[in-house]
């Protein structure tokens, strides 16, 4: 038998080379080349099992395709075709993968093949529209290949004022109201073939905003220089912000000098403003305010003075009334000083402060603060301590409680001759910066000026006030007598039905260790009521520790004075707690001895669906109730609104429920600390799952 290298041997002398070396050593075959794939695009995270298309050249039969290291079964249609099954268990998440063939030729160069995000519309309920106010917002979508192209459905319409565009941007002016106005909308995505995804959407028309008083018969009781706090909600993002700020009012409609400083945990740094405006009140102590600032903005809000002394206001109950996409809620304070200096400021302070910042995931971590700062007169803080509860997140929507207590604090303060001051703290994750502003006779409003964003910002966009301890020394002596409470969280923290928590009672300590809480509290709607004992023990910088019998989450309490104080617990919640001591009139407290105009304004909205509300109450004296109130449901501006029931004592002295005409059960619990100031909360079963608390404080 002849070898190949023989039979090549023995017919050289008769062939050309090239013809010897063809016979005796056959071509390799080619490596094989991926030229594209399908689905092009890609497919949608999730979805089911499907057949990749792999195009190319050099394939031979028993090829194999692979999806990253992992082998596909696969079909050879031909040189240039492959088929392969990807089971659904590869395409699970989001991401690439790299697409090979193998076969007798080698491995192929890897190919990215796309799983995507599903297109999905993530703008359902947009910001509200008003009646002749000209109206411009953004649709937006998730997944997919951007960019993205809009349409309405067959069927579906907008109003004739209103145009959306190619690139999603809804325009116009709408002329008429529909308070539940809906439509249906279709999004492609730049995939081949293009994906679709559908979504309803909700865009409420909200009649104009009517004007929030009649007359200017009471401009002159809003005179003298005010600081302002406001709490704001944005309608489209959910985003929060806080500002504080001063303006100067002269008795006959005008401001000048107002300066106001903003921030929130989406801002990269806090903004620093001035305004001017006007306003008006009317006889009822119901007012109007516009505001408009340097910047060219302008805006609009509702109040009611209160606590007039000498024909001028101590403050007022504060909402926003305009048609830009937020609301908000807060609070006038009249300063009683025309300068502020070291001096001026120096004390011991107990402090509470909310807020939250933003984490590299994108959570919100939510937090509380309670503790006192020692000013010397002389720019320093030369002593403090604070406990903070703040919410943190071991994964999306498991967030895990961080206590920390009696963490010690020094740092330096400066205020400015106009009242707007600096304080710089030494805390153990950085400088913490503020500003403040005087805000009445031994009270400071508090804003953090850091930015609350991680990495940039180590520290939660934090606001609240401090008020001049009344106290020197503290023991449980301290804490004797009855004191109303307040507190304010939230349930299913990081889920999608998240909800406010409130609670509103009274704590009755014994001055030697014992005390009671009882009251009512509200977890999203759900209503409760009841009492516990519990024991204290105050400290000498008049820090109390609460023990409840069979343990679970309990305040911490930093004291201002007798029966008076700020505190936070270590729940998920990050409740945040306030006190103040129960003074009755003499004889008790009476209907006949509450008897008067009150101004009421709400508190702590931290969910767009929570109505503000500022107003005139009338308590006749006999238990009958009327009002008028303006209110910012959601951005719905409804003005002078009038209500009308009654107040009926409890068991329980200082303690009232309030029906409304009409009713037969109890919507409001009404807890005075005296015959000039008390707290409101919704104890209704048919009220929202979006709660407040409401405060009113005597004209």
């Known amino acids: 038998m002849h070898s190949v290298r023989s039979l090549a041997k023995g017919l050289g002398a008769c062939l050309p080379m090239s013809l010897v070396m063809a016979f005796a050593f056959p071509a390799a075959a080619a490596v094989p080349v991926i030229t594209g794939l399908g689905p092009m695009g890609g497919v949608n995270a999730g979805g089911p099992a499907f057949t990749l298309d792999v195009a190319g050249k050099n394939f031979l039969s028993g090829a194999v395709v692979k999806w990253n290291s992992t082998r596909l079964t696969t079909r050879f249609v031909n040189a240039s075709g492959l088929t392969a099954a990807v089971p659904a268990s590869l395409i699970v998440t989001p991401g690439t993968a790299n697409i090979t063939v193998t076969d007798s030729g080698g491995t192929s160069a890897p190919q990215q093949f796309f799983v995507n995000t599903p297109l999905k519309v993530?703008?359902?309920?947009?910001?509200?529209?008003?009646?002749?106010?000209a109206y411009s917002n953004q649709l937006s979508a998730t997944?997919?290949?951007?960019?993205?192209t809009w349409s309405l459905p067959s069927g579906a319409s907008l109003?004739?004022?209103?145009?959306?565009?190619?690139?999603?941007?809804?325009?116009?002016t709408p002329k008429t109201d529909d308070l539940l106005y809906s439509f249906s909308v279709k999004v492609h995505d730049s995939s081949n073939p293009p994906r679709t995804g559908n979504a309803r959407i909700t865009l409420p028309i909200y009649p104009a905003p009517s004007a929030c008083a009649s007359g200017i018969s009471g401009n002159s009781k809003l005179k003298g220089t005010y600081s302002?706090?406001?709490?704001?909600?944005?309608?489209?993002?959910?985003?929060?912000?806080?500002?504080?700020?001063?303006f100067k009012a002269d008795g006959a409609g005008h401001i000048t000098g107002g300066i106001k400083d903003t921030n929130g945990p989406p801002y990269p740094a806090e903004i620093l403003d001035t305004f001017t405006g006007t306003y008006s009140i009317g006889a009822d102590g119901r007012g109007g305010f516009s505001m408009k600032t340097s910047e060219g903005a302008t805006f609009a809000f509702c109040f009611t003075i209160d606590a007039v002394t000498n024909n001028v206001a101590g403050g007022a109950t504060v909402i926003e009334a305009d048609t830009t996409d937020h609301i908000s809620e807060g609070a006038f304070y009249l300063q009683t000083s025309s300068s502020y200096t070291l001096e001026s400021t120096k004390g011991s302070w107990t402090i509470t402060l909310v807020g939250r910042k933003i984490d590299g995931e994108g959570n919100n971590d939510y937090q509380s603060v309670a503790g006192y700062l020692n000013?010397?007169?002389?720019?320093?803080?030369t002593a403090g301590e604070f406990d903070?509860?703040?919410?943190?997140?071991?994964?999306?929507?498991?967030?895990?409680?961080?206590?920390?207590?009696?963490?010690?604090?020094?740092?330096t303060y400066t205020p400015a001759s106009d009242g707007r001051g600096t304080i710089t703290l030494d805390v153990p994750k950085g400088p913490a910066n503020f500003v403040f502003y005087p805000a009445g006779a031994g009270q400071l409003l508090l804003l953090t000026t850091d930015p609350g964003v991680s990495p940039a910002g180590n520290n939660s966009v934090l606001n609240g006030k401090a008020l001049l301890r009344t106290a020197t020394s503290f023991t449980d002596a301290t804490l004797k007598g009855t004191g109303i409470f307040s507190s304010f969280g939230y349930v299913n923290v990081g889920k999608p039905d998240q909800a406010p928590y409130l609670e509103l009672g009274t704590l009755d300590f014994d001055g030697k260790g014992s005390a009671t809480v009882a009251g009512y509290s509200n977890k999203g709607g759900s209503i409760s009521s009841g009492s516990t004992k519990l024991s204290y023990s105050v400290d000498s910088v008049g820090r109390v520790t609460i023990t409840v019998p069979g343990g679970g989450s309990v305040p911490a309490f930093y004291l201002v004075g007798p029966n008076q104080g700020?505190?936070?617990?270590?729940?998920?919640?990050?409740d945040a707690y306030e006190?103040?001591?129960?003074?009755?009139?003499?004889?008790?407290?009476?209907?006949?001895?509450?008897?008067?105009?009150?101004?009421?304004?709400?508190?702590?909205v931290s969910f767009k669906y929570q109505p503000t509300q500022t107003g005139a109450v009338t308590l006749a004296g006999s238990g009958g109730v009327t009002g008028t109130y303006d209110v910012d449901n959601a951005g719905a501006i409804l003005t002078g609104l009038m209500q009308s029931g009654k107040i009926a004592a409890t068991s329980t002295p200082g303690v009232f429920l309030y029906t409304a005409t009409g009713d037969s059960n109890p919507s409001l619990a009404i807890y005075f600390f005296n015959a000039d100031h008390a707290l409101l909360m919704n104890i209704g079963s048919d009220q929202s799952e979006y709660p407040g608390l409401s405060y009113l404080s005597h004209q």
């Open 228 to 246: 302002l706090f406001l709490e704001e909600f944005d309608l489209v993002n959910a985003d929060r912000a806080w500002s504080v700020g001063s």
């Open 579 to 604: 006190f103040s001591g129960q003074v009755a009139p003499t004889g008790g407290f009476n209907l006949a001895d509450l008897a008067g105009r009150f101004a009421i304004g709400s508190q702590n």
């Open 143 to 148: 997944g997919g290949i951007a960019p993205y």
């Open 388 to 411: 903070s509860s703040q919410d943190k997140y071991s994964s999306p929507g498991m967030p895990y409680n961080k206590y920390e207590a009696q963490v010690p604090v020094t740092g």
């Open 375 to 381: 000013f010397d007169g002389k720019g320093n803080v």
């Open 566 to 574: 700020f505190g936070v617990d270590d729940s998920i919640s990050v």
């Open 159 to 172: 109003p004739s004022e209103l145009e959306l565009a190619s690139d999603g941007a809804i325009t116009g």
């Open 122 to 133: 993530a703008t359902t309920i947009l910001a509200p529209a008003y009646v002749d106010a």
